[in-house]
């Protein structure tokens, strides 16, 4: 019976495939969670310039900045202090590929943050002179584009924080470790990359069906209170008055809502 030693490699590489075929399968549910978060950041600037609310505008650009850099810096200290654990040994060929894999995670989450900041922090130079005409250099359009970027590279900084956690039970625990933990990582994956859903009183609304399995035999897998949340904004939404009975059709003074008696 093969050791454990001898297993590091098969398992940790199985572990890895594992992820690759998820990212390659995934793709229809990463590209829908990442258009409409393009298309919110899209609306949100078109608000921001229409209504000249750039106090606004800056102060959530600051935030998000803010969050970009702090990740960004934590991931260039993890990494020297990666290169600097690794420097104080001699490292076999499969050692080599646990510390290449760490540290390749780790600069392109940095990266990816990084880039998120250049995007985000020339958005604040350009929301007022965006609406000045006189000049054709920026546009709109222009402020949209790179807001929607900042988001792309956002979201790619934080997939490889989420792929960097495989990577180091490979690194700390073998490969029996790096294979457990890719295969429980994959839920947590999926329901990451759903989007989110939208019309939330609809008796058979498209958006929620991707949900059906966290509300059924998979309700265990329900980590992050899916189920919990959307009760509590389905119950808002019904008692926001006339906007329930103006988007749905449907009477907001009860939960469940009614539909109105036609007399």
Excluded at 108 to 116: D, E, G, M, P, T
């Amino acid at each position: 019976m093969p050791s454990l030693e001898q297993l590091d490699a098969p398992l940790g590489f199985a572990g890895w495939a594992i992820i690759a075929t998820y990212q390659l399968v995934s793709n229809r549910y990463t590209a829908a969670w990442s258009s409409q978060n393009a298309e919110a950041r899209a609306v949100w600037t078109r608000y921001i310039l229409e209504k000249g609310d750039y106090i606004l505008g800056v102060q959530t650009l600051r935030n998000g900045l803010t969050s970009a850099s702090f990740f960004s810096s934590a991931c260039f200290t993890t990494l020297s202090l990666l290169i600097g654990l690794a420097s104080r040994k001699t490292l076999s060929a499969l050692e080599l590929v646990k510390y290449g894999s760490t540290s390749l995670m780790l600069v392109a989450a940095a990266l990816a943050y990084l880039q998120s900041v250049r995007y985000m922090n020339t958005v604040a130079f350009l929301f007022q002179v965006a609406n000045d005409q006189r000049d054709e250099g920026t546009s709109r359009g222009t402020v949209m584009l790179l807001m929607v970027l900042s988001h792309h590279m956002w979201t790619a900084g934080e997939r490889m924080l989420y792929l960097l956690v495989p990577s180091v039970a490979w690194l700390v625990g073998g490969g029996p470790a790096m294979l457990a933990v890719s295969l429980a990582i994959l839920p947590i994956l999926y329901f990451k990359d759903l989007p989110a859903p939208t019309n939330l009183l609809a008796t058979k609304e498209p958006s929620l069906v991707p949900y059906a399995y966290l509300r059924g035999h998979f309700r265990f897998l329900d980590i992050f209170g899916f189920n919990t949340a959307l009760e509590v904004a389905q119950q808002s939404v019904a008692k926001s008055g006339d906007y329930a009975l103006q988007k749905y059709g449907l009477e907001s003074a009860q939960w469940p809502p009614q539909r109105p008696v036609e007399g």
